[in-house]
Nanobody, 121 residues
Framework: QVQLVESGGGLVQPGGSLRLSCAASGSIFRINTMDWYRQAPGKQRELVAAITTSGRTNYADSVKGRFTLSVDNAKKTGYLQMNSLKPEDTAVYYC???????????????WGQGTLVTVSS
């Protein structure tokens, strides 16, 4: 069974930085693709950042230039570096991945449990 475990959320002042981690657990061969979504109170879940198998990244306009998504397959972990945080970045952040197990079983649509990011002075 493959699971994604997020960490790194918390309270930060406007202008500050946080790095979220998303660790894949289980018998993992590699993280194929990874996305990060967020959901603010009273709003729909939105896609924030995505990375393809080749390492190509895409970002929502609202975070472009401030957020960076990367995956370290040696550690089976993805990272969302968030800089210049704004109050409107406050949300629960979820990672979502497409993972190959060690037996090359493909696990599509794996979600983490979410981690809360609060940007406030």
């Amino acid at each position: 069974q493959v699971q994604l475990v997020e960490s790194g959320g918390g309270l930060v002042q406007p202008g500050g930085s946080l790095r979220l981690s998303c660790a894949a657990s289980g018998s993992i061969f590699r993280i194929n693709t990874m996305d990060w979504y967020r959901q603010a109170p009273g709003k729909q879940r939105e896609l924030v950042a995505a990375i393809t198998t080749s390492g190509r990244t895409n970002y929502a306009d609202s975070v472009k230039g401030r957020f960076t998504l990367s995956v370290d397959n040696a550690k089976k972990t993805g990272y969302l570096q968030m800089n210049s945080l704004k109050p409107e970045d406050t949300a629960v952040y979820y990672c979502h991945a497409d993972v190959f197990g060690s037996d090359l079983t493909r696990y599509l649509d794996v979600w983490g449990q979410g981690t809360l990011v609060t940007v406030s002075s």
